[in-house]
């Protein structure tokens, strides 16, 4: 396979790195074009009032371009400029921490498989649910490769996603795969205030889902029980009951 691979990371982000040689030794051809910095929760953003720049990376076992812009802009460039040709799939990853529920719309590395889907193509957010620092990655990343194959694109309708999440800890302790909805849950937002050396607050976002709002067997729910979750995401917001619904009271 020709891949795009990606993610809000950065280009020097570990997860990209295991998915980089995960499929370069399983022999296929792998462009890398990702953020030069941490691009995480910028959602579908793009640039738009200055330049968007690219350089080379090349090391002994790795290369790719990195981007001085978003996820999104990263995607956009490389379909539209960069490559020699369109991929046959772009796979976006892997990302340090769960990307499930509400972190869909917030999420760098789903917002840039999404516009890769948008140009229907194969499109796959891959993410693992832990921040820790010096996670070896590379299981994921070999057991991503052989599952990616597995996804029937010419059934699947136009413009999904696959949203893939490992669960934290070592692959051999993850559950099984489970195709799951997204849960409905959302955040609890919380800010904790500081103090600069002058003396002016700032904040920093924390909080989380609630346990108890999250809907059972959804990818939350699972992905907390140690499974790999698996769910199809499509991007087309029109509520069509609410359309009817208005266009009744507006009539």
Avoid at 27 to 41: L, N
Avoid at 133 to 161: I, N, T
Avoid at 190 to 206: F, H, I, K, M, S
Wanted: glycine residues 8%.
């Amino acid at each position: 396979m020709d891949v795009l691979v990606t993610n809000d990371d950065g280009i020097h982000a570990r997860g990209l790195r295991a998915l980089y040689a995960a499929l370069s030794e399983a022999g296929h051809t792998v462009h890398v074009v990702a953020p030069m910095c941490q691009q995480s929760g910028v959602g579908h953003s793009l640039t738009f009032f200055e330049p968007v720049r690219a350089v080379e990376i090349v090391e002994p076992d790795f290369r790719g371009l990195g981007v001085f812009g978003t996820p999104t802009d990263c995607v956009k460039l490389a379909l539209g400029i960069l490559l020699p040709q369109m991929p046959d799939i772009v796979i976006s990853g892997i990302n340090a921490g769960a990307n499930v529920g509400p972190d869909i719309l917030y999420s760098g590395t789903v917002a840039a498989a999404t516009e890769a889907a948008l140009e229907e193509l194969p499109s796959i957010a891959v993410s693992h649910d832990d921040h820790t620092a010096g996670v070896d990655l590379l299981p994921q990343a070999r057991h991503l490769v052989e599952l990616a194959p597995r996804f029937d694109w010419s059934s699947l309708p136009k413009r999904r996603v696959i949203n893939v999440n490992y669960p934290a800890g070592p692959l051999s302790q993850a559950k099984e795969i489970k195709v799951c909805p997204q849960t409905s849950a959302v955040w609890k937002n919380v800010y904790a205030e500081r103090r600069d050396p002058r003396g002016n607050p700032y904040w920093w976002l924390e909080g989380g889902i609630p346990p108890g709002t999250i809907n059972s067997g959804s990818d939350k729910d699972l992905l907390n029980k140690g499974h790999i979750t698996v769910t199809p995401l499509r991007f087309e917001f029109t509520d069509e009951k609410s359309m009817a619904f208005l266009q009744d009271t507006l009539a």
